[in-house]
């Protein structure tokens, strides 16, 4: 699994001019899966993003979490996350899990996120969306479970 995190002001994702989801400070997270994730590599990539200290104290120090400052969370997915452009000029996309399994464990990430903070939207899995966010910092973090996690058999 792999996750974009941006830290936002605000954000909003659109369907064909459609507002479907939306936020105040908290989190952007666009998620893309691959065919071997699992809900328990879910669980522990969703724990620990909604677990970081990336938001400033009151000394300007990264110290806060998302609960500490009432964060929200918007999900986009993003199955373009596992791009493969090493051959040639157009991206692969054979390491993005298959359509039915990857909306599966996305649709399983927002409900993850709904344990961590009481606002959590969410785009359209598989649609033509448009986001539209304000960066705080700006401050975006690439997470890869295979780094954060480890092992492959979670």
């Known amino acids: 699994m792999r996750v ?7 954000a909003k994702v659109s369907v064909e001019g459609r ?3 939306a936020i105040g400070t908290g989190y952007l ?14 669980d522990r990539m969703m724990d620990k ?3 970081l200290r990336i938001f400033q104290d009151e000394s300007g120090k990264t110290n806060r979490s ?3 400052v009432g964060g929200e969370i918007l999900v986009v997915s993003q199955f373009t996350l596992y ?4 051959k040639g000029n157009r991206p692969s996309f054979i390491k993005a899990g298959a359509p039915d399994r990857a909306k599966a464990l996305y649709e399983y990430a927002v409900e993850r996120c709904r344990l961590h903070a009481d606002k959590v939207e969410q785009g359209v899995f598989g ?7 304000v960066n705080d910092g700006p401050f975006t973090l690439m997470l ?5 996690l480890g092992d492959r058999s979670v």
Do not use: P, W
């Open 4 to 10: 974009v995190l941006q830290r936002v002001k605000e």
């Open 29 to 42: 997270l666009l998620l893309g899966a691959e065919q071997e994730d699992t809900e328990e590599t879910a």
């Open 83 to 86: 791009a493969d452009c090493k």
């Open 127 to 133: 649609a033509d969306m448009e986001v539209e966010l």
């Open 66 to 68: 998302l609960a500490d």
């Open 19 to 21: 507002v479907v989801g």
């Open 49 to 51: 993003i909604c677990r």
């Open 144 to 148: 890869d479970s295979r780094e954060l």
